[in-house]
Every structure is written in structure tokens, then in C-alpha cells.
């Protein structure tokens, strides 16, 4: 059984960092594209970055130039570098596939940037 967990999130200022990580048990990286996601209060969850198995990125607009997505195949795991994070980030930020599949969907890590 795969499982994908998240962690690293947190209460952070507005143009603070954070680093996200998700750890998958199984060996879904290595043949997939990789995605993180975020749901925001009171809205749909979205695509903010993707990764494929041979290291290219794509990125909402919204979070380009800020976020950078890399992964670890060795260790299973991928990560989400936050910078210059805005009030309008918050929200919980998940990893999946993509596209993603239903039976990965973790707890996922919830992310505040306020003051």
C-alpha cells in the first residue's frame, strides 16, 4: 500500500520560507510525474508544482519565481521550497501524483502566513 505523508508546515510571516517534504512508501517517484497541491479556505485544490521523473518543472503563475519543487528518487521523497510567501498561500498543501490519483491523498501539512 502506497502512502504519502507531508510535513513541514507551519505559521509563518509574510516574506518568511518554509520547506515542505513528502515521504511516499513504495516506489511511485521514480516512474512518476510528482505534484504538490494546495486547498485554500473555501476553495478548490490546485496544482501549485509539478516535477517529472526527469526533473522538469512547470508553475501556477501565481507561485512562479517563488516556490521550487525538486525530489530525491534514492529517498522517496519530495520537497517544495516556499519563499517569499504571501497571506494568500495559506492552505493545506498536499503531494500526489500527476494526475493525481484518489487513493494518495494524504493528511497533508497546513500552511498559515500571517502576521
Known amino acids: 500500500q502506497v502512502q504519502l505523508v507531508e510535513s513541514g508546515g507551519g505559521l509563518v510571516q509574510p516574506g518568511g520560507s518554509l520547506r515542505l517534504s513528502c515521504a511516499a512508501s513504495?516506489?511511485?517517484?521514480?516512474?512518476?510525474?510528482m505534484g504538490w497541491y494546495r486547498q485554500a479556505p473555501g476553495k478548490q485544490r490546485e496544482l501549485v508544482a509539478r516535477i517529472t521523473s526527469g526533473g522538469i518543472t512547470n508553475y501556477a503563475e501565481s507561485v512562479k519565481g517563488r516556490f521550487t519543487i525538486s525530489r530525491d528518487n534514492a529517498k522517496n521523497t519530495v520537497y517544495l521550497q516556499m519563499n517569499s510567501l504571501k497571506p494568500e498561500d495559506t492552505g493545506v498543501y498536499y503531494c500526489n501524483t500527476d494526475p493525481p490519483r484518489v487513493i494518495y491523498w494524504g493528511q497533508g501539512t497546513q500552511v498559515t502566513v500571517s502576521s
Open positions: 513504495g516506489s511511485i517517484f521514480r516512474l512518476n510525474t
